[in-house]
């Protein structure tokens, strides 16, 4: 049976450690295709509840967090981050530090 593409993108999420985050584009090309990363965005939007997903790890390939620090999802997506010990440096991640594998795409 085929893997679906939310399933591919779980799978990649799942292996980002803790304390570290990943861009949209790297989870998608990580995932198999460098062109699904609104597709991870649609994937992470649908985390099952309790999933154990740590979607908290993707941001922007600014490192920005879904929605912007003031929206709702941000704000508990930065929250949850700083959690891990992830710093923010205006609003946002300092992926030079933070990024997993410290790929660039």
């Known amino acids: 049976m085929e893997k679906s593409a939310f399933d591919l993108i779980y799978d990649t999420v799942r292996q980002i450690p803790e304390g570290k985050v990943a861009s949209y584009g790297q989870i998608a090309e990580l995932a198999g295709n460098r062109r699904w990363a609104r597709v991870v965005g649609y ?10 997903i740590p979607w908290h790890r993707v941001v922007k390939k600014d490192g920005e967090v879904f929605g912007g620090a003031d929206s709702p999802g941000g704000k508990r997506q930065t ?4 959690g891990e010990g992830v ?7 300092d992926m030079k530090k933070y990024q997993w594998g410290r790929r660039r795409f």
Request: a neutral charge; proline letters at 5%; glycine letters at 14%.
């Open 43 to 52: 994937a992470l939007h649908a985390v099952p509840e309790g999933s154990g």
């Open 79 to 82: 929250e949850l981050l700083r």
């Open 87 to 93: 710093k923010f440096t205006d609003g946002r991640v």
